[in-house]
């Protein structure tokens, strides 16, 4: 509350969505109210089918609301044309369809397209956004390369390349880095949060990555069903628990301590002592071998790395898990 | 970079040259310098020359030159709209289309007993123009109906087969003589036409042209998908009919004079592709254009049996000469990848 100050880039006011499918209506979210600021990079979470893709389709003017309204800058999204939207938002989305032909070059330069004359011929004016949007995302180096015969993450950064070249103040997309590797997960995220803050712009993305979203996002949308949007900082969410919404269940919980997501721990007993991190990951084996009765405490000892059971000594928890494992059922 | 540049002159200059060989070509030997002589001073050595030319191999050259052009560009809009390289000027059904008004008007008369007077070019023409319109125009109501561009092509496929088997059927029950009449018109001509009909086949081709250069921003923007097309602005509905009309009347008109040519309208998007290693429309447009023109102008010429007054049918040549090629250039590239 209170933070009104923010400059909001998009609005939704009681918004319901749905599709007609024969002659049954199906409703797929109902009365939501939302707010997208400008410079911040929103992360949309929510699990498989909850309505996350065609939220971004009525965004993307592609479907109409039901009920309510959709607010760019207080103008509706109905009242604008496909020329006038194409030229405030830009879209990154999962499905990877691109000319092998074409270089990366000209692939950002048909981010221009809402912008040029009728031959799609660049100015230039457009000639310079290109530019920039070549060195932001840092692939200027890449520009005469044909898009068959680079990386996926190379690729990707073209595509927020493009659509940073197509220069709207929202950008959404769809699952940027669902094919990457970790290492281009984040360079992508922080390069998305790196455009919202420095830009200005109004940066949504869907994402199933909780632990990077949770590491790069300035705010979250949770969506689940039945329930309204709930907006607010990553932070805010996993202090109050609300996180737990995106969880359905009670077999995985969001541990507050370590920002992640963690299997129920079940009632387990045994003792284990010895430095805090080392203890974590023999809990963390134990658990999932599925042993949870040891009978006699455990000790781990750092520098050289060993575990103690009674008299037995290990020096690896595989060891230790082997040895357990024979007490419990000799057979195996 | 620097060799791309002299690509658009070398281009022109073969077209020329193929031009010139295809006026040269025949039962008889014309040599170059009397043709060029003879078209810019009308200083002809001999009368039979200038009768030939004239009459005979001048509209039939503008004719393979105006085909080539228009079955290319169809096929290239056809390949980026429904993203798909195996798409073609036909795949719409529109040469099935007008071979059903051809095979109606050669056939139905024999089948079910009774004569139809006046078969002759315009005639066909009509009938062929008259099929393809009806055929498109089921499409075009499919198209209204269907928003996805997948469906349309396997709509038009169907329609396609549809038609081809309404044809078999007249086949069936015809007479022997207007069996090989309508086989004949199914093998292509490009040397039926006389000026008249040149003219209008000229002014068919220019009037297709027109909305494939009203959209060519629009074409660049589909390489990425329909998604991304909407998403930059483009209205892919308004699009998809523009891309029927214009393919209906450049692949409609030149089926309904020339007859079913194949080959040219699916492979010369893939040769200007690989030859300028370009997916730019503002490349490609031209680039087809003058690769469709010269290898039309070629097969022509390859058909023209020396020593023979007659020629081979221009359909058999196209593929003859023209698969080969493309199996030599596709074996040697990724071509899906580089599509």
């Not at chain 1, 009670?250 to 387990?268: A, H, P």
């Not at chain 2, 660049?220 to 891309?243: D, F, H, P, Q, V």
Request: glycine share 10%; aromatic share 8%; proline share 4%.
């Amino acid at each position: 509350m209170g933070q009104n100050k923010q400059h909001i880039a998009l609005e939704g006011k009681g918004l319901t969505l749905g599709y007609f499918h024969q002659k049954s209506k199906k409703e797929i979210l109902s009365d939501l109210d939302f707010q997208l600021f400008s410079g911040e990079l929103t992360c949309l979470l929510g699990p498989n089918g909850v309505g996350k893709s065609t939220l971004i389709k009525a965004i993307l003017g592609q479907i109409k609301p039901w009920k309510g309204e959709i607010l760019i800058e207080t103008q509706s999204i109905e009242n604008l044309g496909v020329e006038e939207l194409a030229k405030r938002i830009s879209v990154v989305l999962t499905d990877p369809v691109f000319p092998g032909n074409m270089t990366v070059g000209q692939l950002v330069a048909l981010g221009r397209t809402p912008h040029t004359g009728w031959s799609g011929k660049l100015n230039s004016t457009d000639r310079e956004i290109v530019e920039k949007a070549l060195s932001d995302t840092k692939i200027t180096y890449l520009r005469n390369e044909r898009l068959s015969e680079i990386s996926d993450g190379q690729r990707q950064k073209a595509m927020i390349a493009r659509a940073l070249a197509q220069d709207g103040k929202l950008m959404i997309l769809d699952e940027p880095t669902a094919h990457l590797d970790l290492v281009n997960r984040f360079e992508i995220m922080e390069l998305l949060r790196d455009i919202a803050a420095q830009k200005g712009k109004a940066v949504l993305v869907v994402t199933h990555d909780l632990d990077i979203a949770i590491e790069t996002a300035d705010r979250f949308w949770l969506l689940n069903c039945g329930t309204p949007l709930i907006s607010g900082k990553p932070e805010d969410l996993i202090i109050s628990g609300k996180i737990n919404l995106l969880l359905p269940g009670e077999k995985y919980r969001f541990s507050v301590e370590r920002g992640k997501l963690e299997s129920e721990i079940q009632d387990l007993r045994f003792e284990i002592s010895g430095p805090k991190e080392l203890v974590f990951w023999t809990r963390k084996a134990i658990q999932k071998a599925g042993i949870s009765e040891v009978k006699s405490p455990i000790l781990v000892e750092k520098d050289p790395f060993s575990i103690s059971l009674g008299e037995k000594k290990f020096d690896s928890i595989d060891g230790l898990i082997f040895y357990l494992k024979i007490q419990i059922d000799p057979i195996k | 970079m620097n060799t791309k540049r002299y690509l658009f002159p070398i281009a022109f200059l073969l077209l020329g040259l193929s031009f010139l060989l295809n006026l040269s070509l025949g039962s008889v030997w014309i040599p170059f310098g009397e043709i060029v002589s003879g078209l810019f001073s009308s200083d002809w050595s001999k009368a039979s020359w200038e009768q030939i030319i004239l009459n005979y191999r001048l509209p039939k050259a503008l004719v393979a030159i105006c085909a080539g052009i228009g079955l290319s560009l169809s096929g290239l809009q056809m390949q980026t709209f429904f993203r798909n390289p195996l798409a073609g000027p036909f795949v719409l059904g529109i040469s099935s289309g007008a071979g059903l008004g051809v095979a109606i008007l050669m056939l139905a008369g024999s089948a079910f007993g009774f004569v139809l007077s006046g078969v002759n070019s315009w005639a066909i023409a009509f009938a062929g123009v008259l099929g393809a319109g009806l055929v498109l125009s089921a499409v075009s109501l499919v198209a209204w109906k269907v928003k996805d561009s997948m469906t349309l092509l396997i709509v038009g496929l169907m329609f396609g087969s549809a038609v081809s088997a309404v044809i078999s059927v007249l086949s069936y029950f015809s007479g022997a003589e207007a069996l090989k009449l309508f086989t004949v018109w199914s093998m292509g001509s490009l040397g039926a036409l006389g000026w008249s009909q040149v003219g209008i086949l000229g002014m068919l081709i220019l009037i297709g042209c027109i909305p494939v250069f009203g959209s060519i921003k629009s074409y660049n923007a589909l390489l990425l998908g329909e998604a991304y097309a909407k998403s930059m602005g483009i209205r892919t509905e308004k699009m998809r009919w523009l891309m029927i009309g214009s393919t209906g009347i450049l692949a409609g008109g030149i089926t309904a004079f020339c007859g079913p040519i194949a080959f040219i309208g699916i492979a010369v998007p893939h040769l200007a592709r690989i030859v300028w290693k370009s997916s730019d429309h503002r490349i490609l447009f031209p680039a087809s254009a003058l690769i469709g023109a010269i290898l039309l102008l070629l097969c022509d010429a390859a058909g023209q049996l020396p020593g023979f007054a007659s020629t081979l049918p221009i359909n058999a040549v196209t593929s003859l000469v023209g698969a080969p090629i493309v199996i030599g250039l596709i074996m040697k590239r990724n071509f899906s990848r580089d599509f």
